[in-house]
């Protein structure tokens, strides 16, 4: 426990101590206290303190901005850790979808070919058009004129349309 004599010999030891403990703190560095020039200081001197203080401050500010340029580094990594993963993720997908097309394209032209033309054109109709040309252009030419002819007219022109882009080389590639 601390106690405080009321002698004037205690107290002034004690207010001995307090200020030397004040003086103390205000000249270590990284004090609570801003080092302020003295009151009496010429332009010159004003001068001097400010180009002495410069240099520090810009210091430490390239210091933060060193840092804040880290961390934002670091986020970039991290950003492009997980996009690269998705990228990964989303090629394995596209490789087997382009395989299942692939097996599905052969067995749905196996189907069409093999179905009466009266029964085909019906189904061609409904589907996207640029499906049943891409159907219609792997069928035999008899068999895909055969059911053109049971078909609707402008079905037929919308198919005919897409088929003829198709084997136009300069088209692009949005046909319609």
């Given amino acids: ?18 200020a030397c403990g004040f003086l103390a703190l205000s000249v270590l ?8 020039p003295p009151a009496n200081a010429t332009m010159d001197d004003i001068q001097r303190f400010c180009t002495n203080i410069a ?8 210091l933060l901005q060193k840092q ?8 970039v990594d991290e950003r492009i850790k997980t996009l690269e993963a998705r990228k990964a993720e989303y090629q394995d997908w596209l490789t087997r979808r382009d395989e299942f097309m692939k097996r599905a394209e052969v067995g749905i ?25 891409a159907i219609v ?16 007219p402008d079905k037929v022109a919308a198919i005919a349309s897409i088929m003829a882009s198709a084997a136009d080389p300069t088209t692009s590639k949005d046909p319609s």
């Fill in 1 to 18: 426990m601390i106690s405080f004599q009321t002698s004037k010999q205690g107290l002034g030891v004690g207010a001995v101590v307090l």
């Fill in 29 to 36: 560095p990284g004090s609570a206290q801003s080092v302020m």
């Fill in 55 to 62: 240099d520090p401050a810009r210091d430490q500010r390239y």
């Fill in 68 to 75: 804040d340029l880290e961390k934002l580094q670091m986020q």
């Fill in 109 to 133: 032209i196996d189907i069409y070919k093999n179905m009466k033309p009266d029964a085909a054109a019906p189904q061609l109709e409904k589907i996207n058009p640029m499906l049943a040309a």
């Fill in 137 to 152: 252009m792997k069928l035999p030419p008899k068999q895909s004129s055969l059911i053109f002819s049971e078909m609707a």
